[in-house]
């Protein structure tokens, strides 16, 4: 089925089709997170009261705004209120450590962080204003939408910046506007589709597109949105008594995710709808998903195309997984290496085209012309493509098949990390000479990282390279192994061969 969604609808904002939605259910449970919970009517007065407070800090149509917050209701209300004030947000995650957050002030040029006073020792470094949400007093708020700083929002206006693992050392910001992701929440509405009765869980980080989804989606529907908190995502029984506890209908996360609810002991329901995506869906979680739920949704996409660009529903009974056809308003052309569409059945490289298309790069023209290129195919989607990295296929029902990556990008747990990054991180440390990442699995949904490191003398100890990296990459990019190499094994034409890099097992670490 091809969804319709019209070029008109594509001309609002985020913030008003959660507004429409409080007009049709103010009384209607919006949010709940811990003992706290929220009607449509309550989280309006709560987000507007601080938009108005951000329009008097001076935020603006075009401002970038930090949102440095645990998972809590104070996140969902700080990220509608910057959308209300006309800004887009920016997540430095309380996790990260402390050079990434403050590259990422800096990069942004963030001058405002919306914080918890308790995160105060882990703020970023930087100069900026911080407002601290939970010392600001409970003001009585409006509805009405207050008057922005200079001219009125529109859908072309930024609503987020997220920064992804970049190959050449440092993260890039992919900017998103309004209309690219108003385009994807219609699309999802129908397919994997959402109803008003439906309560999703939140499991994912704010700093991984794939929250918009789950914080979104719901309030645009009129359905109940329930925040998991970070611990609770992360241990399967916890995150088991949470989906049984609030009768979850539908859960979106990562297959390292839905592995860990499956070994709790969760027993899924016949209504229940899973999406899972962010890497590729093993066979055998897929076959299990198919058993617990109604419903299994394998769900592909870049954060460069608007959190997921294609869907598929996976069929019970171990048929191959697909990821689908591509959502409303989107064209996915597979190409040859000269940029030719190559024909049904024949891989290529998948280049992205529609309304989901981001804006770019921010501050970095050179990278975003080098992966949002022209699309001389369709007129119809904007005249704008991205350049994937994925190999993929078309098969003769118009389902398009994943196949690997084109380039050095892994995912480790759902994560997407540059592999560059990782070996420039290393090569950071005085005694690192070389170093080369990899990942394997170990056994099914046991991906591991591997760094294989040439030093300039005594190799430095695991301990030590592990401490080295965890002042500068996030705790997901630090390698599980390191494997000390005296030289690195090369293909016939010079360059690292990868495969035949010694298996950790082998290694003895
Ligand atoms: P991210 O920008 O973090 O969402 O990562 C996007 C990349 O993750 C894609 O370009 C793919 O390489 C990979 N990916 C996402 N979803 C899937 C899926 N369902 N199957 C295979 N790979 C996926």
């Given amino acids: 089925m091809t969804i319709q969604i019209e070029s008109t609808r594509l001309d609002q904002r985020v913030d008003e089709l ?20 929220l009607t449509y009517a309550q989280l309006e007065a709560r987000y507007e009261a601080l938009a108005a407070r951000l329009r008097g800090l001076g935020v603006h149509r075009g401002s970038l705004v930090g949102v440095h917050l645990d998972r809590s209701i104070d996140m969902l209300v700080a990220v509608i209120a910057i959308m209300r004030a006309g800004g887009a947000y920016v997540p430095p995650d309380p996790e990260f450590p402390a050079e990434r957050l403050a590259y990422m002030v800096q990069d942004s040029g963030l001058d405002l962080v919306i914080t918890h006073s308790w995160l105060a020792n882990a703020a970023p470094v930087g100069t900026y204003r911080k407002l601290e949400i939970d010392k600001l007093e409970t003001q009585a708020g409006t509805s009405a939408p207050a008057a ?31 209309r690219n992701v108003v385009n994807f929440l219609l699309s999802m509405q129908h397919e994997p589709g959402l109803k008003p009765a439906d309560r999703l869980l939140a499991v994912t980080t704010l700093s991984f597109d794939i929250a918009g989804l789950e914080l979104f989606l719901p309030l645009v529907t009129g359905a109940s949105l329930v925040i998991g908190g970070r611990d609770e995502a992360a241990d399967g029984v916890r995150l088991r008594e949470l989906v049984e506890k609030h009768s979850i209908t539908v859960m979106q996360a990562t297959p390292t995710t839905w592995r860990l609810l499956i070994e709790a002991g969760w027993q ?14 093993p066979g055998d979680l897929a076959r299990t998903l198919t058993t617990l739920c109604a419903e299994l949704w394998n769900m ?81 989607f904007g005249g704008r493509m991205y350049r994937t990295g994925d190999m993929g296929r078309y098969l003769p029902d118009g389902n398009l098949e994943f196949r690997a990556r084109a380039d050095n990008q892994v995912k480790v747990r759902g994560f997407r990390v540059e592999l560059g990054e990782v070996e420039s991180a290393l090569t950071d440390h005085p ?12 056994r099914p949904g046991d991906a591991r990282l591997v760094a294989y490191v040439l030093a300039d003398g005594e190799a430095p100890a695991a301990g030590e390279l592990r401490d080295h ?16 190499v005296d030289a690195f094994p090369l293909t016939p034409n010079g360059k690292v061969d990868r495969a035949q890099l010694p298996h950790p097992q082998d290694a003895g670490t």
């Fill in 18 to 37: 959660i507004r429409a939605q409080v007009a049709k259910t103010p009384g209607g449970v919006a949010v709940i997170c811990g003992n706290e919970s």
């Fill in 148 to 178: 922005t700083n200079g001219a009125a929002p529109t859908s072309a206006d930024l609503i987020y910046v997220l920064y992804t693992s970049g190959s050449t050392g440092k993260p890039k910001g992919v900017a998103l506007e309004h």
């Fill in 268 to 281: 899924g329901t016949s209504t229940f709808k899973a999406l899972c995506g962010g890497e590729a869906l």
């Fill in 300 to 380: 592909y996409g870049p954060t460069e195309t608007a959190i997921w660009s294609t869907c598929f529903r996976v069929p019970a009974g171990g048929a191959p997984i697909l990821i689908g056809k591509p959502i409303a308003n989107t064209g996915i052309y597979i190409l040859d290496r000269s940029r030719r569409p190559v024909p049904t059945g024949i891989p290529g490289e998948l280049y992205i085209a529609g309304a989901g298309v981001a804006r770019g790069y921010l501050n970095r023209p050179e990278l975003t012309s080098e992966r949002f290129v022209d699309d001389p195919f369709s007129k119809a």
């Fill in 431 to 442: 005694r690192v000479k070389q170093a080369i990442g990899r990942v394997i699995e170990l």
């Fill in 469 to 484: 990296l965890r002042t500068r990459l996030p705790q997901y990019m630090i390698p599980q192994h390191f494997i000390g």
